[in-house]
């Protein structure tokens, strides 16, 4: 990554060509038309290759490491990522557009980004929030899931798609959607407290066991 606001990351280096990518920050993959324009243009400008990513993000690569700054001027946008282990992103599911939702989660999904997106935390973490049990979006990879179903929401913890694939742990369900947050702000703090560098929320719960990562958290 370029250091200091430049944000980028590099790319690879084709016939000794340094290129770079950046991903500007979308709150759970909503863009309003005027943002998506201006990344857009700001893209031709710099012949920029956007991708769409698997976070419901975008990303512009092929970018020159001197065009960064004045690329993110322009965009007039946050970075998705500034530091290596936070919390990276909150990814949600168009619920409250969806016939299978049993709630509309977006505002859920909102909130918990506000609160944690940024925060530093052992090893770099992913939230996934989902309006039904289909739980689109992959939440049972994510490292905290939510998701609603008709008796009410489910949390879920320690999900990865990493190296080392796990599939999250249903920590409780049928609450309301208060106490679910109250459940994820326990997670956090637990996993601040006790995770050591580098350790993702799966190996935690691995190393403690499932039933004493519960009774902490519960």
Same mark, same amino acid.
């Given at each position: 990554?370029?250091?200091? =606001? ?7 280096? +084709?016939?000794?060509?340094? @290129? ?11 863009? @309003? ?6 990344? @857009? ?9 956007? #991708?769409?990513?698997?976070? *419901? +993000? ?41 016939? +299978? ?13 506000? #609160?944690? *997106? ?11 929030? =989902? /309006? ?5 979006? /992959? ?5 905290? /899931? ?26 409780? *369900?049928?609450?309301?959607? #208060? ?27 691995? +190393? ?11």
């Amino acid at each position: 990554m370029v250091s200091g =606001a430049h944000h980028g990351n590099l790319q690879k280096i +084709r016939n000794g060509r340094r @290129t770079f990518g950046i991903t500007p920050h979308i709150p759970g993959g909503f863009i @309003t038309i005027e943002t998506l324009e201006k990344i @857009t243009k700001v893209a031709k400008k710099y012949n920029g290759v956007i #991708k769409i990513t698997s976070g *419901q +993000r975008l990303l512009i690569t092929n970018l020159e490491g001197d065009d960064l700054p004045k690329i993110w001027e322009e965009l007039g946008m946050e970075p998705a990522v500034k530091k290596q282990n936070t919390v990276k992103n909150v990814e949600m599911c168009p619920a409250g557009y969806c016939k +299978r939702s049993k709630f509309n989660t977006i505002g859920t999904g909102m909130k918990l980004s506000k #609160k944690y *997106q940024y925060m530093e935390v052992p090893c770099r973490t992913k939230i996934g929030v =989902a /309006g039904c049990r289909n739980a689109c979006g /992959g939440v049972y990879s994510k490292d905290v /899931g939510v998701i609603a179903d008709k008796t009410g929401f489910l949390v879920t913890a320690g999900g990865s798609a990493g190296h080392n694939p796990r599939m999250a742990d249903i920590i409780i *369900q049928d609450v309301d959607e #208060k106490e679910a947050m109250k459940i994820v702000d326990k997670i956090f703090g637990i996993y601040k407290e006790e995770g050591m560098p580098g350790e993702k929320l799966g190996d935690y719960i691995d +190393r403690i066991g499932l039933k004493e990562f519960k009774d902490k958290v519960l």
